[in-house]
């Protein structure tokens, strides 16, 4: 029995410093980087997208951004650089046409949803050369995140976190009541079409991490977890943040092990984590 439980204790001293080992890699450190700044990004914009019910809207200018990456192979430039274009022009497009009612806002989305998955599609398909691979486009490869990739997650993460707290209060109106904002002098139509760009942009750096398929859970399932224990629009954004992050790093941590991609386990260790939030809830509240 004392063998078992020395070899025991040895196995789990070498999972430790075989961990710790990790971080003397660049890769391993540019990915809890980028896992960081994600959270932090998605962790504010998140909160919006779920308080202002605009989840599906987010999903539409997700999978419309793969249009630009196709565009970006084909025309030679990078494909983020392409994605983010395309992502930013689909934001603005379905909120003008939302705003005017040309169509119903769930058939502007399907459009460029679909629209936006087959231009990239066609366009990966008609360029010269090797294919490319698109499985950390869709699923997400945080290790591949690179020194740049880092630099504009931080230029996002610092833009995301100024502007909400410099606007905070007009924001956090606009989100639960845009009638109510009005009446106060709140320039309602600014914020909504800078906070469509930012939830675009938003989407495009975290391509890398989560992937277009994956992504869309990383701006919802943080909030939904923190939602289950507090209403508050500030204390959700701040939990959002802390649970991203130790999701991402969690799923990180699983994805060496199990030798599996990333943004799959990413988004299955956060959903393991509101599972465990909804039954220590049911437990303790009854509901």
């Not at 084909?74 to 603005?92: D, E, K, R, S």
């Not at 699983?254 to 049911?282: E, H, N, Q």
Request: with cysteine; charged share 10%.
């Amino acid at each position: 029995m004392a063998r078992c439980h020395t070899g025991s204790l040895k196995n789990i001293f070498t999972s430790r410093m075989d961990l710790l080992h990790l971080f003397k890699y660049d890769f391993f450190q540019h990915a809890v980087l980028a896992a960081l700044l994600m959270s932090i990004t998605c962790g504010i914009i998140g909160t919006y997208i779920v308080s202002r019910r605009m989840v599906f809207i987010s999903g539409g200018i997700t999978h419309a951004s793969f249009g630009g990456v196709g565009l970006g192979y084909y025309l030679g430039f990078p494909p983020l650089a392409g994605a983010a274009i395309v992502a930013v022009l689909a934001a603005l497009t379905t909120e003008n046409l939302t705003r005017r009612k040309v169509l119903r806002n769930d058939s502007i989305i399907a459009i460029l949803w679909s629209l936006g998955m087959a231009i990239g599609i066609i366009f990966i398909y008609l360029s010269p050369g090797y294919a490319p691979n698109l499985m950390s486009y869709l699923f997400g490869s945080i290790i591949t995140v690179t020194s740049t990739d880092l630099w504009l997650m931080l230029a996002l993460s610092i833009t995301v976190t100024a502007i909400f707290t410099l606007l905070y209060r007009p924001i956090l109106y606009v989100a639960f009541d845009e009638q109510f904002s009005r009446i106060r002098g709140i320039p309602v139509m600014f914020i909504n079409y800078l906070l469509i760009v930012l939830v675009a942009l938003t989407i495009v750096l975290s391509i890398r991490i989560a992937g277009i398929i994956l992504v869309l859970s990383v701006l919802t399932i943080p909030q939904n977890i923190t939602n289950l224990f507090t209403k508050r629009f500030s204390h959700i954004m701040i939990g959002s943040v802390v649970l991203g992050f130790i999701g991402s790093l969690l799923g990180l941590i699983l994805s060496y092990y199990m030798d599996i991609p990333s943004g799959a386990c990413i988004i299955f260790t956060l959903v393991i984590l509101y599972m465990m939030a909804r039954l220590i809830k049911v437990v303790n509240f009854g509901r």
